[in-house]
């Protein structure tokens, strides 16, 4: 029955537990009385990210690469381990791909020795430049492969296509398709639009845009995704499925909107635009809420007011 497998104590697998996601979804399993294994190479992530709980009586840290073969026993595997901030990924191709492809074989080959369920963090960007909005599960689309992004649109397409399969085997897997989410727990360093604008702000330096601005994104909070994963990973759905905010909006309201919470007076710094950047980015929401009766509830002002006194918080702590 369903409410006794929520009060069973599972042993979870986060891989990239060290990161933004991974450390969320590590403190409300924790909350909620779950044993949790983070498995983490630091390489994107931080022990900042963890420390809190590092001796609580339910964690465990494994300092380990996915793209090497692991052997432990578990339940619950959340696959997020990967480069995600594009700054980030694209510094090391090679090492996102390897990432991508061998690490997500490698923990589907664990789930499936485990008889495990298995969550893989895909993403939005898969939907790479389309043209339908707001953004299905069922679009087809298809990627550039030499593009700077490509590292990881193609590795995460194949990590998807290898979680099909290993559903074909017997394994129990969910696809979670992640669109832009930010909150507490990024590293000012990380470059993802909202890290970039917020720190920028705070450090009385001028926002940089890439290109006019006029892209767009749909960003969601950090909790609404936390909590649209631990229904996914519970449910019967096997298909892809968006998981975001579709509240869409323009990068240049979105720096607008970020200066008068923050009170930056500098005029903004325009870029050029990055290779291949997608326009317009937003999600449909009709099978989540179909299938997990769940959607995002906190806005952008909200959100962002969490997250700037958190980024605020840190620097004050970093400067004491
Ligand atoms: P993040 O960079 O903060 O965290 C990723 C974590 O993975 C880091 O702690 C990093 O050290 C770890 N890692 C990277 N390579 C590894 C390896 N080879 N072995 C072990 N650990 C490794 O990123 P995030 O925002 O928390 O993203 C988590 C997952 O969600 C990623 O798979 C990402 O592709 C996906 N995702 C995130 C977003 C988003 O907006 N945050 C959107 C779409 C998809
Ligand atoms: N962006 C920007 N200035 C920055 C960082 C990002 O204008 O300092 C833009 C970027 O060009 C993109 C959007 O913000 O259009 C989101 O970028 P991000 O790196 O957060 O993630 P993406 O959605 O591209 O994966």
């Known amino acids: 029955?369903?409410?006794?497998?929520?009060?069973?104590?599972?042993?979870?697998?986060?891989?990239?537990?060290?990161?933004?996601?991974?450390?969320?979804?590590?403190?409300?399993?924790?909350?909620?009385?779950?044993?949790?294994?983070?498995?983490?190479?630091?390489?994107?992530?931080?022990?900042?990210?963890?420390?809190?709980?590092?001796?609580?009586s339910n964690f465990n840290f494994i300092d380990h690469d996915v793209t090497k073969n692991l052997n432990i026993n578990v339940d619950k595997v959340w696959h997020l381990a990967s480069p995600a901030s594009p700054?980030?990924?694209?510094?090391?191709?090679?090492?996102?791909?390897?990432?991508?492809?061998?690490?997500?074989?490698?923990?589907?080959?664990?789930?499936?020795?485990?008889?495990?369920?298995?969550?893989?963090?895909?993403?939005?960007?898969?939907?790479?430049?389309?043209?339908?909005?707001?953004?299905?599960?069922?679009?087809?689309?298809?990627?550039?492969?030499?593009?700077?992004?490509?590292?990881?649109?193609?590795?995460?397409?194949?990590?998807?296509?290898?979680?099909?399969?290993y559903g074909r085997l017997g394994v129990d897997v969910k696809i979670a398709r992640i669109f832009n989410t930010y909150g507490p727990n990024m590293l000012m360093d990380d470059g993802r639009v909202i890290c970039n604008f917020i720190s920028q702000s705070i450090l009385n330096k001028p926002i940089t845009?890439?290109?006019?601005?006029?892209?767009?994104?749909?960003?969601?909070?950090?909790?609404?995704?936390?909590?649209g994963l631990l229904l996914l990973i519970n449910s019967n759905y096997n298909q892809p499925m968006n998981l975001g905010n579709d509240q869409e909006i323009s990068i240049l309201d979105l720096a607008n909107l970020i200066k008068i919470k923050t009170g930056n007076k500098l005029a903004f710094k325009f870029l050029e635009n990055r290779e291949d950047d997608p326009k317009r980015r937003c999600p449909c929401l009709k099978i989540s809420k179909?299938?997990?009766?769940?959607?995002?509830?906190?806005?952008?002002?909200?959100?962002?007011?969490?997250?700037?006194?958190y980024f605020k918080k840190r620097i004050s702590f970093q400067n004491v």
């Open 209 to 227: 845009i890439y290109g006019n601005g006029y892209q767009t994104r749909s960003f969601c909070y950090i909790d609404d995704l936390i909590s």
């Open 290 to 309: 179909t299938k997990l009766n769940w959607q995002p509830s906190t806005n952008i002002s909200e959100g962002l007011d969490l997250t700037i006194d």
């Open 87 to 165: 700054a980030k990924y694209k510094e090391d191709p090679i090492y996102t791909i390897k990432t991508g492809v061998l690490g997500t074989l490698n923990m589907l080959k664990l789930a499936r020795r485990n008889n495990a369920q298995f969550l893989f963090a895909s993403t939005s960007e898969i939907y790479g430049h389309s043209v339908n909005f707001p953004q299905k599960e069922s679009e087809i689309t298809f990627g550039n492969t030499h593009s700077s992004r490509a590292c990881y649109l193609e590795s995460k397409r194949i990590a998807e296509t290898l979680c099909y399969e």
């Open 1 to 56: 029955m369903g409410y006794l497998k929520e009060n069973i104590k599972s042993k979870n697998l986060i891989t990239g537990g060290a990161g933004f996601i991974g450390s969320h979804l590590i403190k409300k399993l924790l909350e909620n009385g779950q044993k949790v294994i983070c498995l983490d190479n630091l390489k994107t992530g931080s022990e900042t990210n963890f420390s809190n709980w590092k001796n609580h």
